[in-house]
């Protein structure tokens, strides 16, 4: 028995040393090596606590053959343990190594661990110069508290970086990103996508192109046609920067914030969004749009918008410097507006101006009630104006400390005045339809009704007075109020203008 187990040994130590010379680089061990003619010329079979290390890898087995010239190869059977320094360890029921090209292809039921992970599938290759993995038959991943799977991909060991392709999924306890797409690395928990990819979770949707999200901290740079969904808002752009568990986020080009309950659509190339606050601030072509029922809607352009709730938890927005409104029946300006969902009131400030068909209505201080989606009035204090031009140079004008418009289908159809009102109001031949005369009057109150946008009917009330003069002998001293202003020029012409 002494002397069979001193001839094992014996040819054991031959064959290592005809295999190193062979080979110069692969050492193998075995408690028994022989040569296998039968399988190929140069051909050793290898069994039992079967050893072979190549290029900084060591795998194990239970039985194996090796290939010398020219093939310079080794086959490995039953409990296949592969390790390759700290990086590596990978497990399967077979593997095939290739010296020349460092290629370990590893069959069945494969099981790779990493640093930071643990992979399963059914075939994997390995490249042990490039410590590079290779999957195209379906993986599973689990690294951390995140499940990741995909048809392809490759694993760098080196890196610590996984790179999946074709119907990429990794699920968080909180959210599952589905990817064409996705670089994951397993050291940083940092996750880069490629083409169309969705964030979903229980009260959140995320979708973009491009960008990166961190599983650990949730924040994440999303790009190209991003899209950002929570149960108040949508948010798109071209870019934002956000975090999950702060709502707070950053988004650069075309960006759009849109509220579904309150109709009410934001737009900028610049804003600051912190959804669990529920506020916004947009800049850089800040744009307004209130939605109305009508299949039209209002169009505000300012240098800033800043939107927050109130304590009631009501929509706010603020206008700031440069404010512009555009509607089909109505237009405006003011350097600043304030509209709250709370009483649907638009509030404009310094120097307003609103036009409504041929009116211009003005005053220092102007507030837009709506009704139903639509305008129900619109109220002016201190200095109220209402100027409509009849001619060159000829403008009908009404004037009070205050003044009230009436609107019925977003039309004006009456104006009240109280105080101080005064009128200049031009005359015209029904059947000729030319100018006759001007009347110039005063009263402390007075009511216009209107019809087609333009005055049809003016009621004086509290010690009226006044003039009518022939066209001709009408002194011009009376025929323009006191702070008369025209500004047509500024009006807004459509809803692309108000950035004029």
Known sequence: MKKRANLVGVLWLLASVVCAQQTREIQMSAVLMEQAQDIANGAYRLI??????????????DSAYYYGQPRKSLEAFSRVHMVQGDSIDCYGDYLYYDENTKLAEIRRNVKLFGRNTELYTSELDYNVGTSTGYYTRHADIISGDNKLKSREGY????QEMYYFIDSVVLQNPDYTIYSDTLRYYTGTSVAYFYGPTEIVGDSLYIYCEDGWYN????????KQKTLVKNKQQTIRGDSLYYERLSGYGKGYGNIELFDEEQNILLRGNRAIVHQQHDS?????NAQFIYITGDNDSVFVHADTLRATPD?????????????????????????????????????????PVLWSGENQLSAEYIEIW?????????HMQQLAFMISMVDSGKYNQIKGKNMTGFFKNNEPYKIMVKGNGQTVYYVKDE????????????????????????PENIRFYVKPSGTTYPLLMAPEEELILKDFKWVDQLRPKSKWDIFR
Do not use: P, W
Request: net charge positive; glycine share 6%; charged share 25%.
């Open 155 to 158: 694993y760098y060991s080196r």
């Open 280 to 284: 916004a601030l947009l800049t850089d």
């Open 431 to 454: 059947k000729e339809k030319e100018l006759m005369g001007v009347n110039v009057a005063q009263s402390s109150d007075l009511t216009i009704y209107l019809k087609d946008k333009k």
């Open 311 to 351: 304590s009631a938890g009501n929509r706010e927005l603020r206008a700031f410097y440069g404010v512009r409104l555009y509607k089909s029946d109505l237009q405006g300006m003011c350097d600043s507006l304030f509209y709250s969902t709370s009483d649907s009131m638009l509030r404009l400030y310094r120097e």
């Open 48 to 61: 039992g606590n079967v050893r072979f290390e190549h290029g900084g890898a060591v795998m194990y087995c």
């Open 215 to 222: 599983t650990q901290t949730d924040i994440s740079m999303l």
């Open 370 to 378: 709506t009704k139903n989606r639509q305008i129900d009035q619109v």
